[in-house]
């Protein structure tokens, strides 16, 4: 959510920023808004000038009592009366017209970065760079849960039995794979430096407007039904919400922390062939990283966030690249974002593992995250998120590009520890 006062005095550069975005059904938004905010200030305005009326007349009470004056004080107390009955008739027209500039403000895309490239889609995002060599074997790299069922590894027709399609039980040395990429992962965020966290799994509402787009809650979110929460997304979402409300010392920032939580996704719509199995799930696990920083700063760790996703890739023998999101692709809250990607050694492409984002102080504004500086200024913070790992589609590119001919997986070094000393995965068939 952009400031209200920046929009009312460039309602030009806003409405550009959305043709940018390729949203002009949003253009009427923004004078609607500037309508409803002059008369929201008007109402304001009435009734700050009728309570200091109020306030001013109220004084006079006690003087004509003490004066002896009681019919002239009763007049005075009808007259705070009326006054009283007036603001009390205004307070839900201030809170239909605050709520009514919200509602459109949460609706409007925040300002994107110059550096953002312009087009309509997913299909106009631009390749930033290429991390190791994509290799393709000489032989037949089967589908990953083909590869899996080697390993009696994962069962999905039970889940399907148990929950419906989009569910799955890992089995055996995959399961295992995938709880010492997550531990992997948790202990190289640790070693960078931030703070691991483990937070909850639900979220209220208030939080969930927050942190994300009224098209992207009806599409992601489920909610409990009865009850004020809403399963996770994905645990940038309540690691943000761990800050709402509050105003933090300058000096302390930034705060980097890094998260493990299980997240849960409604993934509406139809999707490919090779979107099935554990591509795009109900149910996943990911370890996450957020940052809350001056907006000086964003940038900085705009790119050391994705720089550690392309780390932790490749410190495990997997090939990725780099993509900057265009403008039409940034959800409405981004300011800035990449995606990381894997190379499929079998669809001979690569797949996003990972998607890097600069929020600016949108997420900040809406969830009234503020810092304090050493004069005592107040301002909004920025946030940043960035997947470290997301075990799910980090299997199918750890499974692919460490297949061997023989139906075994190389297990890199520096994932052994937590394979108890493996260095390969036999399968069972």
Known sequence: MIDIKFL?????VVKENIKKKFQEHKLPLVDEVIALDDKRRATQQEADDLRAKMNQTSKQIGALMGQGKKDEAE???????????KIKDLEPVEKELNDKVTEIMMKIPNIIDPSVPIGADDTCNVEIQKYGDPVTP???IPYHTDIMERFDGIDMDAAGKVAGNGFYYLMGDIARLHSAVLAYARDFMIDRGFTYCIPPYMIRSNVVTGVMSFEEMDAMMYKIEGEDLYLIGTSEHSMIGKFIDTLNDEEKLP???TSYSPCFRKEKGAHGIEERGVYRIHQFEKQEMIVVCKPEEAMHWYDQLWQN??????????PVRTLECC?????????KSCDVEAWSPRQQKYFEVGSCSNLGDAQARRLRIRVKDKDGKKYFANTLNNTVVAPPRMLIAFLENNLNADG???IPEALRPYMGGKEKLIPNK
């Open 255 to 257: 705060y980097t922390l």
């Open 8 to 12: 009312r005095e460039n309602p030009d």
């Open 138 to 140: 000489d032989f037949e």
């Open 327 to 335: 403008s039409g692709d940034l959800a409405d809250l981004k300011v």
């Open 75 to 85: 007049k005075v107390k009808a007259e705070v009366a009326e006054i009283k009955q």
């Open 309 to 318: 996703t392309v780390d932790l890739f490749r410190s495990l023998d997997v």
């Open 408 to 410: 075994s997986v190389n």
